[in-house]
Every structure is written in structure tokens, then in C-alpha cells.
């Protein structure tokens, strides 16, 4: 059985970083795709970042540059490092995973994961 559970949002002013965290269990360590998706109220869910299982990494546009997805395989850990926050930047953040390889393009289907954490609000003000 798969769980992700997130930990980690918070209040930050513009300019400001947050690292995000993901606990996951259940998944193929050898063959999975792990991805970071935000989503504010009356908009659907756009993917900001995803880490495959052989550790190839990608990153909307929005964020390349501010951040860095990673993954510690010790813990079953999965963060997202968010530097240089915008207030654009403010959203529900959803960790989410499948048990196949990322398709590294973007913008992500978010209807092909099929695992996904209750979600930790980020909120970035002026």
C-alpha cells in the first residue's frame, strides 16, 4: 500500500524559501516517478516538479532556477527546496507518485498518478 504524507508549508514573505517534505512508503524503489503538483482554489492541479526513479529530475518553467526537487532513499523521503519565493507561488502543494516512469514533459497529466498526499498549503505575501 502506498502512503505520501506531506509536511512543511507555511506563511513566507516574497523572496523568502520553504522546503517542503513527502514520507513516502510503498513504492518500487527501482521503477517509480515521484512529483510535486500545486493547485489554488478554482484552478486545476499544474505539476511544478518531478524526480524518477533512476534520480532524473525536471521542473516547470515557472520554477526552474528557484527549485530542487530530491530524494533522500534512506528515509523514503522526497522534498522540494523552494527559493526566491513569488507570491504566484501560493497554492496547496501535493506530493504524488505511480509506479512508472515519469513522462518528463511538462505540463504533467496529473490523472496519471495515482497516489497522492492530503496536500500543505504554501502561502507567500508581498
Known amino acids: 500500500q502506498v502512503e505520501l504524507v506531506e509536511s512543511g508549508g507555511g506563511s513566507v514573505e516574497a523572496g523568502g524559501s520553504l522546503q517542503l517534505s513527502c514520507a513516502a512508503s510503498?513504492?518500487?524503489?527501482?521503477?517509480?516517478?515521484m512529483a510535486w503538483f500545486r493547485q489554488v482554489p478554482g484552478a486545476g492541479r499544474e505539476g511544478v516538479a518531478i524526480?524518477?526513479?533512476?534520480?532524473?529530475?525536471n521542473y516547470a518553467a515557472f520554477v526552474k532556477g528557484r527549485f530542487s526537487i530530491s530524494r533522500d532513499n534512506a528515509k523514503n523521503l522526497l522534498t522540494l527546496q523552494m527559493n526566491n519565493l513569488e507570491p504566484d507561488d501560493s497554492a496547496m502543494y501535493y506530493c504524488?507518485?505511480?509506479?512508472?516512469?515519469?513522462?518528463?514533459?511538462?505540463?504533467?497529466?496529473?490523472?496519471?498518478?495515482?497516489?497522492w498526499g492530503q496536500g500543505t498549503q504554501v502561502t507567500v505575501s508581498t
Open positions: 504524488a507518485g505511480r509506479g512508472t516512469t515519469c513522462d518528463r514533459s511538462f505540463p504533467l497529466d496529473y490523472t496519471t498518478y495515482h497516489y
Open positions: 510503498g513504492l518500487d524503489s527501482t521503477n517509480h516517478c
Open positions: 524526480r524518477n526513479s533512476d534520480g532524473r529530475t
